[in-house]
């Protein structure tokens, strides 16, 4: 049975547009969908606590279920925002951001949910500092990109307005 290895879809030397920018992008992107999955968790404890007041402490059993249930609501989050057709959480939309497959193809929920659990796993267990792996390779790929098999990229809107700004006024018409 013939080994089909698909070749790298985004290579940085012959289009620097898909990754110019988007490691502090990718910063930004983090830190809006960490608020965005925080709301709804900070308010279903604030809706537990004045439940446990109304009910004189019953409500306090519902405390147990928050924890479980905030990682659900994450790992939901990310599979269901990178598998959308957009291949890309509310975060990395604002940022023009889009998570690919190494070989070119879009994200899928499976792909978004276990993409965000290689994430927290890998820094819960290699501390923050294996975030620096990005500096270190050219597509700005940190490790559990790598693991997986992703890698994430300017959209293709902001990559033709880079691709317009990066070859204006030469007469390199590729791209």
């Known amino acids: 049975m013939p080994l089909d290895i698909k070749p790298h879809a985004y290579d940085p030397a012959v289009a620097p547009e898909l990754f110019e920018g988007v490691l502090p992008r ?3 992107a983090f830190i809006i ?5 925080g709301v709804p968790i900070a308010l279903a404890y604030v ?3 004045i439940f446990t007041i109304v009910t004189l402490g019953l409500g306090a059993v519902l405390f147990w279920l928050l924890p479980p249930a905030t990682v659900v609501w994450a790992v939901v989050y990310f599979g269901l925002t990178l598998g959308s057709p957009a291949s890309a959480t509310i975060g990395m939309r604002m940022m023009d951001l ?3 497959t190494w070989y070119g193809a879009p994200a899928y929920f499976v792909l978004g949910a276990v ?3 290689f994430f927290w796993l890998s820094v819960s267990f290699f501390t923050p500092f294996i975030l620096l792996v990005a500096l270190f390779n050219e597509r700005g790929r940190l490790l559990h990109d790598m693991l ?3 890698v994430v990229i300017n959209n293709a809107d902001r990559a033709a307005s880079l691709r317009a700004t990066l070859y204006a006024g030469t007469s390199f018409k590729g791209l």
Do not use: K
């Open 115 to 117: 993409h965000a659990v």
């Open 26 to 28: 990718r910063v930004a």
């Open 98 to 100: 889009e998570m690919r």
């Open 148 to 150: 997986l098999g992703t």
């Open 47 to 49: 809706f537990t606590f």
């Open 33 to 37: 969908d960490v608020i965005l999955i």
